[in-house]
């Protein structure tokens, strides 16, 4: 059992920039420390280099800081942020640094209705992107989302949705076609340490997809409801922080 609270790393969705989280991280903050990353494919200066592969360096550089200072992490993905989220944390569990007799190590890692993508597969897999997306705007390479309230902010507080919605940002399209490494969902050592947070009003990644992605995976998946679309950290913050302390108390009881 540990006793040092983990830190939350939060790996946000395409995009969406951290700020669009402040309202949950404010809340989340007040019972574990909580620290950000940012895509390289959000914005990008090169469009052509900003890959699944790129964010995912990214974002284990992070991770590997954290835990070289002896941080235990739970990672909370949502939407895209699954893919480099769960290929950052493979091979850092807790358990392989205790083996290695390390502190620190990955205890668990949480998708908020974030893609479940196999090694070797992209995002789209071949397919066309949403239609509520529009490719190759503002530039070639990179996408944006025209009107996302009703797509990902149905539910939230109109003024909430207004003001999230003009801060997001282009994202690269290379980022969505380009392979998914090895995911920390098919390691061992995570067995019993994943969740997932079904939302279950989402318009961006409907609950049957939620639900198809978790049966495909093959693993097993702690699963939690929320009645959200799908951004529950606008529409419903103090819920999904009660959800995420429950899943940390349940990654936290587990024997290394």
Known sequence: ??????????????????????????????????KTITHL??????????????????????????????????????????????????????????????????????????????????????????????????????????????????????ETALAVSSSLLPHSILSFNSPSPAPAWKDPEFVGRLAYIRCMQDRAIPASMQDLMIKDSGVEWVVRDIDAGHSPFLSRPEELSDILKELAEIFGRKDV
């Open 41 to 158: 494919s959000l914005n990008p200066s090169d469009p052509q280099t900003a890959t699944c592969s790129a964010d995912t360096n990214t974002l284990r550089s992070t991770l590997l800081s954290l835990l070289s200072a002896g941080k235990e992490v739970i990672l909370l993905t949502h939407s895209y942020g699954g893919i480099p989220g769960h290929a950052a944390a493979h091979g850092l569990s807790r358990q392989i640094y205790a083996r290695a007799g390390k502190p620190g190590g990955v205890i668990g890692v949480i998708n908020m209705a974030a893609f479940i993508i196999p090694e070797g597969q992209s995002l789209l897999a071949g397919e066309e992107n949403a239609a509520w997306i529009k490719e190759d705007d503002p530039s070639p390479g990179i996408c944006t989302v025209p009107f996302p309230i009703p797509v990902f902010y149905q539910d939230a507080p109109p």
């Open 1 to 34: 059992m540990t006793t040092q609270k983990p830190t939350f790393l939060l790996v946000h969705g395409a995009w969406h920039p951290p700020s669009c989280y402040q309202t949950l991280i404010t809340t989340l903050s007040s019972s574990f420390p909580v």
